[in-house]
């Protein structure tokens, strides 16, 4: 079965074609980003976004098909929500264009999931339930327990914002760029092998890190970089040593609560796996610590990282978990967008 599938709840324009067998084959997968123009805004401007979408989908549909070397899809997927409702709409309105064209019906897909898709695009999922799933990205941060395919219920999220929206606003107030996740954890990383004398002492905190509850916050994280940074002299402000330890503090901070909760749940669910997904899995020291501290606690554990590539924005992993969920296509007239769509309602 073939699958083409097209995401545009955020800044990324992507169409994927799919085949599905006895596993996965991905025919395209191209994804066209909007990052330098939402670059002077420090972070995405919605209508901005929509208009790139309507401009960059026809030609990254063409590409994606040509890639493919097909013409002959089965089953058509779109992401319907969460995300902005002004760029789900351009994604699902070109959709349902091709279904009339094609006569063909759609699986609307959620984004949450299929971010935990994505982690099954090399092979189908087996003996992992129940499962705790950790969505990390600049929309979401949610630890969900995952009981099988479609069963999913959320045990916690974040209050406020999410932990690639806290590295992003971080970015911002030091003037590093955007998206700043990748660009924290570059320096972040630097800090380790060429700060060797550190006379800077920055200590962050760590929001929520003590409750019993597997909820997140993220904004007073940001907050607190705000007052350290403001209450440095410009000299220091302005040194290579404080941007590197205030990146690598931040991002410490923020893999310090999430696994702290994320391996609580695994416990608590006696869960067979853990599962990381969103544009925030793609961080090394993330996916490295959350590796050790799960083969150091929870033996029986296994972690399922999802491949670099496919950790943020992509149609691979709407196509996936389109595949998933195919018993739930439905006709084009039905597809609409739900900006706030929730993968389960919370506990
Ligand atoms: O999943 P995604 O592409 O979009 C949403 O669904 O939000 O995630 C984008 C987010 C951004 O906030 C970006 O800063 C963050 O993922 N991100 C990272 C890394 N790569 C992307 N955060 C930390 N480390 C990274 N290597
Ligand atoms: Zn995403």
Redesign the pocket.
């Known amino acids: 079965m073939k699958i083409l599938a097209i995401e545009t ?2 800044d ?1 324009t992507s169409v994927s074609v799919i085949e599905a067998k006895n596993n996965f084959r991905i025919l395209s997968n191209v994804v066209s980003s909007q990052i330098k123009i939402h670059r002077k805004y420090g972070g995405v401007y919605p209508l901005l976004a929509k208009r790139e979408h309507q401009k960059n989908l026809p030609t990254v549909f063409k590409k994606a098909l040509k890639q493919a070397e097909t013409k002959k899809i089965d089953l058509l997927a779109v992401t319907v929500g969460p995300g902005l409702e002004p760029c789900l709409w351009q994604g699902i309105n070109f959709t349902i264009d091709l279904a009339k064209e094609l006569k063909l019906p759609i699986v609307p897909v959620n ?1 949450v999931e299929a ?1 935990i898709a994505a982690n099954f695009i090399d092979g189908n999922p087996k003996k992992i339930f129940p499962a705790i799933c950790l969505v990390v ?4 941060t949610q630890l969900i327990l995952m009981k099988n395919i479609g069963k999913y219920k959320i045990l916690g999220e974040t209050r406020d914002d ?1 932990a ?2 806290c ?2 606003k971080v970015a911002r107030i030091l003037g590093l760029g955007y ?4 660009i ?2 570059k320096l972040a990383q630097q800090y380790n092998f060429k700060i060797k004398n550190r006379k800077l002492k920055i200590s962050l905190p760590r929001p929520m890190i003590q409750q019993k509850n597997y909820d997140f916050s993220f904004s007073g994280l940001k907050t607190a970089v705000l007052y350290e940074f403001k209450n440095r002299s410009p000299r220091i402000r302005k040194s290579k040593e404080y941007t590197l330890a205030i990146c690598h503090e931040v991002q410490q901070a923020a893999i310090d609560v999430l696994i702290r909760k994320t391996i609580k749940a695994a416990k608590d669910f006696k869960a067979k796996s853990v599962i990381l997904g ?3 899995a ?3 020291e993330l996916r490295k610590q959350l590796k050790e501290k799960i083969e150091k606690e929870i033996l029986n554990s296994k972690l399922y990282l999802p491949n670099p590539k496919f ?3 992509n149609a691979a992993m709407v196509a996936v978990c389109a595949y998933f969920n195919r018993s739930k296509k439905k006709n084009w007239q039905k597809i609409k967008a739900d900006a706030n769509l929730r993968i389960a309602e919370p506990q």
């Open positions: 709840s955020c990324d984004h971010h990205s600049g929309g979401h999410a690639g929206e590295f992003d998206p700043g996740g990748p924290i954890a969103g544009g925030v793609a961080n090394k950790c943020t924005d």
